[in-house]
């Protein structure tokens, strides 16, 4: 079992830039595969990224060029880093274990224009 704390979510203009972070209870190498989902309201989840514990990544369309996403072995967390953010970015960002199939409580990104 994992447990998933996401952080680092809040209010910016467009254009700006967040970093989010999801720290898990255990080693994300042993977890194989960390992804990054978000849903806004009305809307379902879409996946958003996915980093592999051999260091290969994996972004949704809408985000490639714009977010990256990486990993701290050491501190047992993932990030993503969301550049140019635009309104439609704006949503409740979750981070995934697919491994254990567990999720966080989420983080708020709202992006005003």
């Known amino acids: 079992q994992v447990q998933l704390v996401e952080s680092g979510g809040g209010l910016v203009q467009a254009g700006g830039s967040l970093r989010l972070s999801c720290a898990a209870s255990?080693?994300?190498?042993?977890?194989?595969?960390m992804e990054w989902y978000r849903q806004a309201p009305g809307k379902q989840r879409e996946f958003v990224a996915s980093?592999?514990?051999?260091?290969?990544?994996n972004y949704a369309d809408s985000v490639k060029g714009r977010f990256t996403i990486s990993s701290d072995n050491a501190k047992n967390t993932v990030h993503l880093q969301m550049n140019s953010l635009k309104p439609e970015d704006t949503a409740v960002y979750y981070c995934?274990?697919?491994?254990?199939?567990?999720w966080g409580q989420g983080t708020q990104v709202t992006v005003s224009s």
């Open positions: 255990r080693s994300i190498f042993s977890i194989n595969t």
């Open positions: 980093i592999w514990s051999s260091g290969s990544t």
């Open positions: 995934k274990a697919p491994m254990f199939r567990s």
